[in-house]
């Protein structure tokens, strides 16, 4: 191999300085090598079980990719949840371990998950543990929140976004997405400034049927 070419080659591809940090890659005109600058090349991150909190915070903009794009990649099962979500005509209840008398109107209950045939008309209960209900076509909440510098300079010239799983821009900080599938987040710099961004996504807060959501316009698009 011919070392003089091989330098020169990455000379012409990362500047003379050979220094490949995303903070540098704007000077060099390698925006396409930066984590994320756009959406047909974007970060990856998984969730399986809901709720689940997503926060990023980092800067773009001067020196370096002015947008960053966040695919966020949903396979959520309705077996499991990290919360429990009522369903019609039923409330959770919270058990504690061990149990623990925090209200002087009531004794603590006694659990036993030994198995007991039916006795008279009572039967054995079925404890159930924090799952999503059975809901055909359900689906969970995404709440993009834009925490901010604090700093109204700066905040001001910094845009995120949604989009919907075909690239398409979602005009609202909210939507609704099915249990399988994608969607994007987007971080735009509108000024020739290095920006901080602190973002949150929450997805899953909520698990609704298609008939109850009031707003179809939340529902993303595919």
């Known amino acids: 191999m011919n070392d003089t070419k091989e330098i020169q080659q990455n000379h012409i591809v990362y500047g003379a300085s050979d220094y490949t940090a995303p903070s540098g890659l704007a000077a060099s005109k390698s925006l396409n090598y930066a984590k994320g600058p756009t959406i047909t090349n974007p970060e990856r991150v998984g969730v399986t079980v809901v709720p689940s909190v997503i926060r990023y915070a980092d800067s773009v903009g001067l020196f370096g990719a002015e947008n960053y794009f966040l695919k966020v990649d949903l396979n959520v ?8 979500f009522e369903e ?11 149990y623990i008398d925090t209200d ?11 198995e007991f045939p039916t006795v008279n008309t009572y039967e054995q209960a079925d404890t159930i543990g924090n799952r999503l209900p059975i809901i055909t076509a359900g689906y969970l909440s995404v709440d993009l929140t834009n925490i901010k510098s604090g700093n109204m300079y700066t905040d001001d010239w910094l845009d995120v976004r949604l989009y ?10 909210k939507m609704y997405v ?4 994608w969607f994007y987040i987007g971080v735009h ?7 901080p961004y602190d ?6 807060q909520e698990f609704r049927s298609y008939d109850s959501i009031e707003d179809k316009s939340l529902i993303m698009r595919r």
């Open 178 to 181: 099915g249990l399988k599938g």
């Open 189 to 195: 710099a509108r000024n020739t400034k290095r920006l």
């Open 164 to 173: 919907t799983q075909s690239r398409e821009e979602h005009p609202y900080d």
């Open 199 to 204: 973002i949150s996504c929450v997805i899953g």
């Open 88 to 98: 019609g005509g039923w409330e959770c209840a919270l058990i504690t371990r061990p």
């Open 104 to 114: 002087p109107n009531y004794n603590v209950a006694l659990m036993d998950f030994n």
């Open 77 to 84: 099962t309705d077996e499991e949840a990290k919360a429990c």
